[in-house]
């Protein structure tokens, strides 16, 4: 009798772990994250491990739309320079203060969380994709992308929901043929759109 209660009782907390679980994705990474940060000592010249998660909607921590002024601890005021302008942006830290990526303040409110820009190899989405993957790994792990150009600065992205994949290919015109984009095309960079 004992062994089923104790049998009734585990399914019913696995039930409730993995319910609230998938209720609270982004909380549930931002603070796994953290405590890797906390707890995890990275070696001189090694790579980082794989705590650098990019998830539906934040990354280290950071969400677009939150205030700028609770990630002072790990990002750094920068500028950068584009075809299309001079931006003021803030970088972010990995854990040793290295860094591994930034972000562009909201046009609407400077105070909060623009775009997300993750343009390193160490950091990698849910799905296992990463910069420097091919465009073929993309489509094959992400299906349904819409394929999208520039007209100022001709870079193409492929873009599903908040993430925007940057790919090593020029196109001026916003329409663009997903079949054209060539399979070995690698991803530049990640970026969680506002």
Sequence with gaps: MMIYFVRILMALLVFAFVACNNQNTETAISKSDKTAAANTEIPKGK???NMLVISAMSYRGITPGSE???HKAYTEK?????????FEVYK???YKDG??????????????VGDIVVDVA???TLQGIRVGDSFQKLRETVPGLAVHGSEIESRTYAQ?????YRLDVANSS???DINSIPPATKITEIRITR
Excluded: C, M, W
């Design 122 to 124: 160490a950091a990698k």
């Design 47 to 49: 790579a980082l491990p």
């Design 78 to 86: 920068s500028i950068i320079k584009t075809g299309e302008g001079t």
């Design 92 to 94: 972010i830290k990995d």
């Design 68 to 70: 700028i002024a609770t």
């Design 99 to 112: 860094f591994v990526g930034y972000f562009l303040p909201n046009p609407q409110d400077e105070t909060r």
């Design 174 to 176: 916003y329409e663009v």
């Design 160 to 164: 599903k929901e908040r993430h925007a």
